[in-house]
Every structure is written in structure tokens, then in C-alpha cells.
């Protein structure tokens, strides 16, 4: 079975940290570009930060540029995204995903940002983990 597990998400106050973690079962993470994404209640799902495996370039929505940091472990087979100073326009299920190829994909800009939405072939879904960030 081809599975991606997100957990880490939880309760945390305004300015506070969490790490996710995406874990895979049934493939190797070091094969696909490998993003996380959001979704608040009653907004469309957002693109938050992508690793690419080809070069290993970092890829970031401009929201959470400077406060997110993505990371991979190859050994232990999973992607990581720290989340620090975490604001309550943060809330949402977060989401990982397996890209078809070792990049990003084309909605990348050359600066590092990230604007997928998800709607472009990502091969493999994991379930969200819920991310609450109180005031």
C-alpha cells in the first residue's frame, strides 16, 4: 500500500511552534517532490511549502515565508514542516503530498515561493492533521 501519514498538529497559542511530520509507507519519499498544504474552513486549499528531491530546493507560499521551514529525512523516510510563530490565520488541516516527479512542479517562482493548489496531479494524499492556533 502507497500511504503518507501527516500527524503533529494540535493546540497551540499565537507565537508558538509545532512540527508536522509526513511519513510514507510503500514508496520512497526521495523519488517525489514532496508539499504540504492548508485548508481553513471555507477556504480553498493553499500550497504552503514544497521540497524538491531533484535539488533539494525549498519552495514557500509568502505567508509563511521566514516563519515555516520544510525538511526531509531520508532515512527515516519522512518530510518534517516546523511551523514557528504560529498566527491564528494559520488554523487549518494540513495536508502532505507526493508530486509525480522529484520537483515542485510549475508553480514555483525563481525566489522560492510556492502557489499550487494541489489540482495538478498530485499522486499520493495523506490525511490532514489539524492545526488550531489560538489568539
Known amino acids: 500500500d502507497v500511504q503518507l501519514q501527516a500527524s503533529g498538529g494540535g493546540l497551540v497559542q499565537a507565537g508558538g511552534s509545532l512540527r508536522l511530520s509526513c511519513a510514507a509507507s510503500g514508496f520512497t519519499l526521495d523519488d517525489h517532490g514532496i508539499a504540504w498544504f492548508r485548508q481553513a474552513p471555507g477556504k480553498e486549499r493553499e500550497g504552503v511549502s514544497c521540497l524538491a528531491q531533484i535539488n533539494f530546493k525549498k519552495y514557500y507560499a509568502a505567508s509563511v515565508k521566514g516563519r515555516f521551514t520544510i525538511s526531509g529525512d531520508v532515512a527515516k523516510n519522512t518530510v518534517y514542516l516546523q511551523m514557528n510563530n504560529l498566527k491564528p490565520e494559520d488554523t487549518a488541516v494540513y495536508y502532505c503530498?507526493?508530486?509525480?516527479?522529484?520537483?515542485?512542479?510549475?508553480?514555483?517562482?525563481?525566489?522560492?515561493?510556492?502557489?499550487?493548489?494541489?489540482?495538478?496531479?498530485?499522486?499520493?494524499w495523506g490525511k490532514g492533521t489539524l492545526v488550531t492556533v489560538s489568539s
Open positions: 503530498a507526493a508530486a509525480p516527479t522529484r520537483g515542485c512542479g510549475p508553480n514555483t517562482t525563481y525566489d522560492g515561493g510556492y502557489y499550487d493548489t494541489g489540482n495538478n496531479g498530485m499522486t499520493v
